[in-house]
C-alpha cells in the first residue's frame, strides 16, 4: 500500500486558486521547464506526432506543442494506452504519491520506441526555505512539523525509470538560484504556482504568529544577495526514457567480447596473481 505523502484535496484548492489569478511572471519555472523540455526533445533526431503533456497548468503547454494532449496531474492519468510517441511528464511529479505508478502510465501510453520525458523538483529545493522555517520552529516551539515537501535527490529518481520499465534510462539536474525581496514574496510566488504545503501529515493548527517573521528574520541572515535581498534554490530533475523496442541497442552479454582490450589499446597484457602468488 502506498504511504499518503500528499492532501490531493489540498493540492488541487491550492492549484485551483493560483490558476484563478491573472495571468503573470509567477509561472516562471513552468515556463523555464517547458522551454528546457522543448530543447531536450529538439535534441531527439525524431519527428513525433503524437505527443500528450501531463501538466497541473495547460496554459503553459497550449501553444508549444501543435496537436498534443494535454492531461492533469492525477493519481490516474487521462492517457490512452499505446497512443502516443511523446509523454512529457511537466512539474508535477514531486507530488505523486506513487511515481513509479506515474511513470508506469506514461509508459503504457507509449507506443514501442516511443520518448517519455519529465521534469520534477529535486531534494535541493528550497533548501534555504526549509533550514530557516525549522530553526525558527525549534526555537519557537520545541519542536518541528512538515511544512516543505520532501523532494527525491537525483540517484533515486534516476532509478525509477528502470523500476517502470523505461529502457535507455537518463537523469540529470539543473539548479536555478532565484532572487527575491524577502522571504514572504517567495512564499507568494509558491502560493502562485500551486506549491505550498499540501503534506498530508502537515500541523492543521494555525502556526504562532512570530514564526514566520522570524523565519524571515534568518533568512535574511544566513542566504543574503545584493541590495538587500535574498536567494531560492530550485533544483529541476529532467528524466528521460524509451518504451522498449527490439531495434534499440542492448548491452552485451557478459563474456561474449570477441577481441582481448589489450589488443585495442596496444599494450601487454599482465597476468594478475593468483591466490597462489600472493601467498608467496
Excluded at 509567477?26 to 523540455?37: G, I, P, T, V, Y
Excluded at 502516443?84 to 511537466?90: E, N, Q, R, S
Excluded at 523505461?166 to 502560493?191: C, E, N, T
Aim: charged content about 25%; glycine content about 6%.
Amino acid at each position: 500500500m502506498t504511504q499518503e505523502l500528499t492532501d490531493r484535496q489540498a493540492l488541487m484548492l491550492h492549484r485551483r486558486r493560483a490558476a484563478a489569478r491573472p495571468a503573470g511572471p509567477a509561472l516562471f519555472l513552468h515556463e523555464l521547464a517547458r522551454d528546457d523540455l522543448l530543447d531536450r526533445r529538439e535534441e531527439v533526431n525524431r519527428t513525433f506526432t503524437a505527443p500528450a503533456v501531463v501538466t497541473p497548468f495547460p496554459e503553459v503547454w497550449e501553444n508549444a506543442l501543435p496537436g498534443a494532449r494535454i492531461v492533469p496531474d492525477a493519481p490516474v492519468l487521462a492517457l490512452t494506452e499505446g497512443a502516443h510517441d511523446l509523454v512529457i511528464h511537466a512539474l508535477a511529479l514531486h507530488w505523486s504519491d506513487d511515481p513509479v505508478g506515474q511513470l508506469v502510465q506514461c509508459l503504457r501510453a507509449l507506443r514501442p520506441d516511443g520518448l517519455f520525458l519529465g521534469v520534477l523538483f529535486g531534494g535541493q529545493t528550497l533548501a534555504e526555505l526549509r533550514a530557516c522555517l525549522a530553526q525558527a520552529e525549534s526555537a519557537l516551539c520545541g519542536g518541528l512539523s512538515p511544512r516543505v515537501l520532501p523532494m527525491g535527490e537525483i540517484r533515486d529518481l534516476g532509478a525509477l525509470l528502470q523500476r517502470a520499465g523505461l529502457a535507455l534510462p537518463v537523469a540529470d539536474a539543473q539548479a536555478h538560484q532565484v532572487s527575491y525581496r524577502d522571504m514572504f514574496h517567495l512564499i507568494a510566488d509558491l502560493r502562485a504556482m500551486g506549491e505550498t504545503n499540501a503534506l498530508a501529515q502537515r500541523r492543521r493548527a494555525a502556526p504562532p504568529r512570530a514564526l514566520f517573521a522570524e523565519a524571515a528574520q534568518l533568512y535574511q541572515a544566513h542566504f543574503p544577495q545584493e541590495q538587500g535581498r535574498i536567494r531560492a534554490t530550485f533544483e529541476m530533475i529532467f528524466l528521460a526514457g524509451w518504451a522498449p523496442d527490439e531495434s534499440q541497442p542492448k548491452p552485451l552479454r557478459p563474456g561474449s567480447a570477441t577481441q582481448r582490450l589489450a589488443d585495442a589499446l596496444g599494450v601487454t597484457e599482465q597476468r594478475l596473481p593468483g591466490r597462489d602468488d600472493r601467498d608467496n
